[in-house]
């Protein structure tokens, strides 16, 4: 059964960077899959942030695209998200979530989600 | 950047009966593209639908898909006390990808 388990500070500075993790269990990170990352404002709907491919091609939401990295470390089977100047409008339970072939590409395993606040 | 609009906001309606919620999109869809979510509270959305009418893994026959172009519809036939609950559309075809606001089933 593939897990996916994020971690990273629940607290960041408003300015500063929000930098989360995303361990992959279960499913090689270099399997044929995209690997994302969604966020969920309190009480809001679901915002893509972006994906990565273990080859390390990535796409994001051109929204955030000035203020995002996604990478990949295949050693560790794991990718992550960097997010710079934030502001209290960053704050938001952020998710990862693998999309699959085999599910027609749709996001078809996702972590538990790991809230995030900005403030100082 | 394709925009999702779901319908209704919220849905009241009682074990047994029949849900059917919609989702338009701002311009035409490859419907191999579409999905459904379920979101429980504190839960992270759970995949049910996935090319606009193939049901996940795990997924009971109850819950179905349909639709093209720019409506697609997501049908519970006959609810059950565990289906109340927050249903998001997404398309995935056209970055960036996008998800509908959502439609809240409650119990009526």
């Known amino acids: 059964q593939v897990q996916l388990q994020e971690s990273g500070p629940g607290l960041v500075k408003p300015s500063g960077t929000l930098s989360l993790t995303c361990a992959v269990f279960?499913?090689?990170?270099?399997?044929?899959?995209?690997w994302n990352w969604v966020r969920q404002s309190p009480g809001k709907g679901l915002e893509w942030i972006g994906e990565?491919?273990?080859?390390?091609?990535?796409n994001y939401n051109p929204s955030l695209k000035s203020r995002v990295i996604i990478s990949v470390d295949k050693s560790k089977n794991q990718f992550s998200l960097k997010l710079t100047s934030v502001t209290a409008a960053d704050t938001a339970v952020y998710y990862c979530?693998?999309?699959?072939?085999?599910?027609?590409?749709?996001?078809?395993?996702w972590g538990q989600g790991t809230m995030v606040t900005v403030s100082s | 950047e394709i925009v999702l609009t779901q319908s209704p906001g919220t849905l009241s309606l009682s074990p047994g009966e029949r849900a059917t919620l919609s989702c338009r999109a701002s311009?035409?869809?490859?419907?191999?593209?579409v999905a459904w979510y379920q979101q429980r509270p504190g839960q992270p959305p759970r995949l049910l639908m996935f090319g606009a009418s193939s049901r996940a893994t795990g997924i009971p026959d109850r819950f179905s898909g349909s639709g093209y172009g720019t409506d697609f519809t997501l049908t519970i036939s006959r609810l059950e006390p565990e289906d109340f609950a927050v249903y998001y559309c997404?398309?995935?075809?056209?970055?960036?990808?996008?998800f509908g606001q959502g439609t809240k089933l409650e119990i009526k």
């Open positions: 979530a693998r999309d699959t072939p085999r599910n027609g590409d749709a996001f078809d395993t």
């Open positions: 311009q035409s869809l490859s419907s191999s593209k």
């Open positions: 997404q398309q995935y075809g056209s970055s960036p990808y996008s």
């Open positions: 990565i491919y273990h080859s390390g091609s990535t």
């Open positions: 279960g499913d090689s990170i270099t399997n044929s899959n995209w």
